[in-house]
């Protein structure tokens, strides 16, 4: 996967789950909630893979 894609992909997830969570406080769903958590922090690291990836290949580039 490109960093691009990572960044991308990671995004999504983390704005789905918050989107899950907002949901599901009105229902009172825990275990929702939590599944919504943990979406969010695939997404945020996902993005960090990304970020990480774009980062090596700039000093590769410069090497």
């Known amino acids: ?8 992909a990671g995004k999504t997830n983390e704005f ?8 599901v406080k009105a229902l009172d769903d825990k275990e929702m909630q939590a599944k919504g958590m943990v979406q ?10 990304g970020e990480v990836k ?3 290949k ?6």
Do not use: N, P, W
Not at 16 to 23: E, F, K, L, Y
């Open 58 to 63: 700039k000093v590769i580039d410069k090497a």
């Open 16 to 23: 789905a789950g918050q989107a899950r969570q907002a949901a």
């Open 40 to 49: 969010e922090a695939k997404g945020h690291a996902q993005q960090t893979k």
């Open 54 to 56: 774009e980062t090596v």
């Open 1 to 8: 996967m490109s960093s691009t894609t990572d960044k991308l």
